[in-house]
């Protein structure tokens, strides 16, 4: 997302890049004094992968309808793993990635809110609905399909519990440890801590020999 804005840049688009603060939350105040009569899209992600913070979809897409704004929301590492329901919040585009439901690579997905504008992606053939060209991945959109449908309520209390256990025994447990990003506002399956007064590769390494995967 930030690489697109930056090539936007490039193309002598104005772009406004948000603050956000210590937990990773971004400025409500600060994005609705930022939206102006020029604005055409806000674009921010649900959660975020390094700190695991969870943006507040409703207060940001609120703001968007009151200023007549298209929102975009990256839920690559959310989907299916927090709720989001387009009936209830009006997002005009959601891109969603396979790979981090155990689906093979080289498959993704773009909502599109009905009756809103999009250019093509691609030039050449007619494929999806007109918006790009090249053959579709048929395999890699049934299998993302498969993926959702085994993804269940079990196995995301699996992943908080998870999350939740090495948190807890981190803090408790190790000194000199901080919890970066909010203690309940994230997502299930991250847990970002800070190891101080230690080097990063020796961790990876201890844990490596302890059985986690690096």
């Known amino acids: 997302m930030l ?26 105040e600060g994005l609705r004094k930022s939206i102006t009569k020029e604005t055409v899209l806000v674009s921010i ?24 704004v298209l929102l975009h929301t990256d839920a690559t590492h959310s989907f299916t793993r927090l709720p989001l329901s387009v009936k209830e919040l009006p997002i005009d585009r959601i891109t969603m990635s396979a790979h981090t439901i155990h689906c093979p690579r080289g498959i993704d997905a773009l909502f599109i809110r009905k009756d809103t504008q999009i250019n093509k ?17 048929i395999p890699g959109a049934i299998g993302f399909g498969k993926a959702v449908e085994l993804v269940t309520d079990e196995e995301i209390r699996y992943l908080k519990a998870m999350r939740d256990r ?8 190790i000194p000199d440890v901080t919890l970066n990003g909010n203690r309940e506002k994230r997502l299930p399956q991250n847990a ?23």
């Open 3 to 28: 690489n697109t804005a930056k090539t936007l840049q490039k193309q002598c688009f104005d772009v406004t890049f948000l603050d956000v603060d210590a937990e990773g939350f971004a400025d409500m």
């Open 45 to 68: 992600q649900q959660g975020n992968q390094e700190m695991g913070t969870v943006q507040d979809l409703k207060a940001i897409s609120e703001i968007c309808e009151e200023k007549d």
């Open 121 to 137: 992606f691609m030039d050449g053939d007619f494929q999806e609905f007109n918006l790009r060209a090249g053959v579709e991945n």
């Open 166 to 173: 090495v948190i807890d025994k981190s803090l408790s447990e």
């Open 192 to 214: 970002n801590l800070t190891f101080h007064y230690v080097e990063g590769e020796s961790i990876t390494l201890h844990m490596y020999n302890e059985g986690f995967c690096s």
